[in-house]
């Protein structure tokens, strides 16, 4: 009795134990089905893939040598510089073009262009390069009133430059040269540099040798233009010019110039030769 309980109770646990196997294979075989299934029909399209990649293969390796044929084959050059010459193939052209093309060269797809809230793309603004200003011309706003081309500037003026023995050229264009009871033209204007009692009228010139000279030069300028200022007349030969320079340039001197107590000079009297060519110059009181 006791053997049969158990038999029976061996029983029911290895049925237990059955029906619970058979539970985990239905399980798993619920569970791995999908995966078996697509595993069984890549099986069955290994063999189609490697026929058809053989097949490819095969027409590339044709399509290959019939482009290096066409390509090596001599072309008429009516047919290259014809653009609707029909025997040019376009195949042939985009061959050769992706064999002339690195590999590494790779066609990058362009950055997508941002867009503003209008949706239309947003364009960079480039500054635009500053424009220089034009360069005032107006005498009146930068540039110096011109200069009188004709009259040369003060200090330049009574500048002596010897040109033979003892010929000189002042700036103004006024020749010294020998003679006179001095010996020289330029010695007797330089007498006037001071007073002579033992004359009656004597005029006497402000300043030192260059300072003469330069009001010398001035007054031959102004004469030369002429106007109210200027007196002409001839004498002997001799042209004589008076000029009111407007200012003082000297001084009566002598005996009846030290009665009136030196009265001021404004004038000055040239007495030339050969238009040019000074025998004396002295300041005068009038014309």
């Not at 019939?66 to 009516?78: G, L, M, R, Y």
């Not at 790779?106 to 949706?119: I, Q, T």
């Not at 002042?170 to 033992?198: C, I, W």
């Amino acid at each position: 009795m006791t053997q049969l309980r158990q038999n029976t109770s061996s029983n029911a646990t290895r049925k237990f134990w059955v029906q619970l196997l058979a539970f985990a294979a239905l399980a798993l075989l619920f569970y791995l089905k999908p995966r078996i299934e697509s595993w069984v029909q890549a099986k069955q399209r290994g063999p189609t893939s490697a026929e058809s990649t053989a097949g490819d293969s095969t027409s590339g390796e044709k399509e290959s040598a019939s482009e290096e044929i066409e390509e090596t084959s001599p072309v008429p050059a009516a047919e290259v510089d014809s653009e609707t010459s029909p025997n040019t193939s376009g195949a042939v052209i985009v061959a050769s073009a992706e064999e002339q093309k690195p590999a590494s060269t790779e066609s990058k797809p362009a950055a997508p262009k941002k867009k503003s809230s209008g949706g239309s793309p947003i364009k960079k603004m480039e500054r635009s390069p500053e424009k220089k200003r034009p360069e005032l011309t107006s005498p009146e706003k930068n540039n110096p009133p011109p200069e009188d081309q004709g009259k040369a500037r003060s200090s330049d003026l009574g500048k002596l430059k010897e040109l033979d023995d003892n010929v000189f050229e002042s700036t103004a264009g006024l020749f010294y040269v020998p003679g006179g009871a001095e010996g020289h033209r330029l010695k007797h204007v330089m007498q006037h540099a001071k007073d002579n009692p033992s004359k009656p009228v004597h005029g006497v010139f402000d300043g030192d040798r260059d300072e003469i000279l330069a009001v010398i030069d001035e007054a031959f300028m102004k004469a030369k233009k002429g106007g109210s200022d200027v007196r002409s007349e001839k004498q002997n030969g001799r042209r004589i010019f008076t000029v009111n320079l407007r200012r003082r340039i000297g001084q009566v001197g002598g005996s009846e110039g030290e009665r009136q107590g030196h009265p001021d000079c404004r004038f000055v009297r040239i007495v030339l030769e050969n238009e040019n060519e000074v025998i004396s110059a002295y300041p005068s009181k009038s014309f």
